[in-house]
């Protein structure tokens, strides 16, 4: 069997139980009594366990059979749940999850495990793992393999009639002990293997357990096979050694020394009647087969997956991509046939042109829903790295999660991981209080961190908030007035939030000492900018002594966008429709003057202007009666941005300007329009400053 085919399956299955252990296994600390939760984090365990084993990795397939082991006694009460057990379980985890990452690098998946295997072998036994004697003996059973046991196979008088009449035709019969690793995991799937092999070589005519007690798995580690052939005995034994977790073989020869009790068959017919008796017998080892193939099965070979109950199939994420880019191509060229058909003004034409982009569009919103991905995949990873976090600062956290069903596209996905992680790890080292100071201010000792998701329009938001100490407007404004951030003047005149969106500020850390957690000099700005660069932001409140939020904004999706087609002069921009609050013609003398900086009155709030053509250095014309205005905002700052005209609304696809332009300002990206012009799409973020 090629396994190749089925290896991006095989990781993203270990993926999801190992991220399943991870849950389950927090949530037995908090319930250590609660035996339902052994038995989720066993049976993904067993899973991953078979499926290793099938794809030929021992050493996650052992590790992990180990790790079944100590979770086989918890739910056997043989062993009680301890932060002790927990630990190890979780190094475990750590590891297998280095294993993976390594198979999915490309590597061999080989990882020195020698302690973490000695440990668990130690808490199966119930011993501590501090003991250094327990220890040794724990390696020795690790080492240890039984030599295989003598077995004897007693014939009826069939089979020796059988044998005889085989004999007399050239025939040996042979009988082979094969002894299993005392490590093997799939004890069904290796006797299916076997007994292929020895198919090849001959008839098996008798197996010493029966079929079906090697069927169940109902034995230890040996069984004996009895077969007719031609084939000399050295090379039998060869070829039984070959097969994987095979630990011996021993061939010998059948002799039957006492006479035959009872008549043998008269006729010439006893061949075939013995190859019929050896048919049944193949008959009932291919049992063996198709019994050894669904416990591969159930143990979990990495197939692909179609689940029929809730008709779900995996999808390479890269074809998922290669379609989309094709369905960019067909949005550029449904754009182009709109504008023909208008242009042309038949009747038909347009009836069918209408008709394309309505089933283009549904097209659109399937494409897209297949690329959403819901966020508790980033999700996920934090709980066990927040129970890390808190241990190494000896505090005590609970977090909450909410919305984690919330859906973004994978692109976004991809690239909002590190950012959540730096604010998580923000929170809980610079936002929550230590036990004994949370006392002395009348709060529970616990702190709470709550990550929270949803939908609003076209974008999703994502909270991270906690109940701690807050941010010091005084301490931000000191710190940030001695870095040179903002100066002193200008400090006085900022709100809150203001004063909050300061840490943002590259270089920016308030941290009084520097910890491997947070305070490095790094600050947030890095998060800053990669939220940005999805065309998101990012806002924060905080209440002195009651704790602080951070809100991101994210778009749903970053390859069609929807946007107002302006222009300037000869020139088409695009403006998202995400930024935009509306627009609107406004007459010149309505345009004030303030601090060197043309502003209008939108609404009792007074917009700064910004004359497109200036800021893109387009070639100006004189002084209109009347501007187009487009009223943009990033978070609680607006501006208006003048053009010449507004063109319309249109759904475009977002193309990068590749690696030589990267640094264009207010640019983030281009399309292709309808007749085939290029519009630039405008970065409002940037404009608004």
Do not use: W
């Amino acid at each position: 069997m090629e396994l190749n085919q089925y290896l991006e399956v095989f990781i993203e299955e270990s993926k999801e139980h190992l991220q399943t252990c991870n849950v389950q296994l927090l949530e037995l600390e908090k319930k250590p009594d609660d035996l339902s939760i052994v038995n989720e984090i066993f049976r993904s365990a067993h899973t991953l366990k078979g499926m290793a084993a099938t794809m030929g990795y021992e050493d996650l397939a052992n590790l992990t059979h180990q790790m079944e082991n100590v979770l086989d006694a918890i739910r056997n009460n043989k062993l009680k749940v301890s932060s002790q057990i927990l630990d190890v379980v979780f190094m475990a985890v750590d590891d297998l999850e280095a294993m993976v990452m390594s198979i999915a690098e490309g590597g061999d998946g080989k990882r020195e495990v020698t302690e973490i295997v000695k440990k668990l072998a130690l808490l199966e036994k119930g011993e501590s793992i501090d003991s250094m004697k327990a220890q040794e003996e724990a390696a020795a059973a690790v080492m240890e393999i039984e030599s295989p046991r003598s077995q004897a196979a007693e014939y009826d008088q069939f089979e020796q009639t059988v044998i005889q009449q085989s004999k007399e035709q050239g025939y040996s019969c042979f009988e082979i002990s094969v002894s299993l690793r005392e490590d093997c995991l799939l004890k069904a799937a290796r006797v299916f293997m076997v007994f292929e092999v020895l198919e090849k070589c001959g008839e098996v005519i008798k197996s010493v357990p029966a079929v079906e007690v090697l069927e169940e798995e109902n034995f230890d580690h040996d069984f004996l096979v009895s077969i007719v052939t031609k084939e000399p005995q050295e090379d039998i034994k060869k070829k039984v050694l070959k097969v994987s977790e095979v630990a011996n073989v021993d061939v010998h020869l059948v002799e039957l020394h006492k006479s035959l009790e009872g008549p043998l068959p008269e006729e010439d017919e006893s061949v075939p009647a013995r190859m019929d008796s050896t048919e049944e017998n193949a008959e009932k080892v291919s049992s063996v087969s198709s019994q050894a193939a669904e416990t591969v099965k159930k143990e979990g070979s990495p197939s692909k997956q179609v689940n029929a109950g809730n008709k779900t199939i995996r999808v390479n994420i890269e074809r998922l991509d290669i379609l989309m880019n094709l369905f960019e191509e067909l949005v550029i060229d449904r754009g182009r046939l709109e504008q023909i058909s208008k242009e042309l003004g038949h009747p038909e034409l347009n009836e069918t042109v209408e008709r394309m982009s309505r089933i283009s569009g549904d097209l659109q919103n399937i494409i897209l829903n297949m690329r959403m991905v819901p966020v508790e995949t980033v999700f996920n990873r934090f709980p066990r790295m927040i129970r890390q976090l808190a241990r190494d600062l000896n505090k005590k956290i609970e977090l909450e999660i909410i919305g984690a069903e919330t859906e973004l596209d994978r692109t976004v996905i991809d690239e909002i991981g590190d950012p959540l992680v730096h604010l998580l790890r923000n929170a809980i080292d610079h936002g929550i209080e230590t036990p004994e100071i949370r006392r002395q201010n009348g709060k529970p000792d616990e702190g709470k961190v709550t990550l929270k998701a949803y939908h609003s329009g076209n974008h999703v938001f994502i909270e991270i908030s906690d109940n701690g100490g807050g941010i010091s407007r005084e301490k931000v404004l000191k710190k940030a007035i001695s870095q040179g951030v903002v100066s002193e003047e200008a400090a006085s005149a900022l709100t809150d939030r203001q004063v909050y969106e300061l840490i943002l500020a590259s270089g920016f850390s308030t941290a009084e000492t520097i910890s491997d957690i947070s305070g490095r000099g790094v600050g947030l700005d890095v998060v800053k900018a990669t939220i940005e660069s999805l065309g998101g932001s990012i806002t924060i409140d905080s209440v002195l002594g009651e704790g602080s939020t951070f809100s991101i904004q994210l778009p749903l999706t970053l390859s069609i966008i929807s946007v107002m087609l302006v222009e300037v002069e000869k020139e088409k921009y695009a403006i998202p429709l995400s930024s935009i609050i509306e627009t609107a013609i406004i007459k010149r003398e309505d345009i004030l003057n303030a601090h060197n900086q043309q502003v209008i009155d939108f609404r009792g709030k007074v917009v700064p202007l910004l004359f497109l053509e200036e800021v893109f250095q387009v070639a100006q014309r004189g002084e209109d009666e009347f501007y187009s205005v487009v009223i943009v905002r990033k978070g609680d700052r607006m501006a208006g941005l003048v053009v010449d005209s507004f063109i319309g609304q249109q759904e475009v696809v977002l193309k990068s300007l590749g690696n030589y332009l990267t640094d264009v300002f207010a640019i983030s990206g281009a399309t292709i329009l309808g007749d085939g012009q290029v519009a630039l799409i405008v970065d409002c973020n940037a404009l608004i400053k």
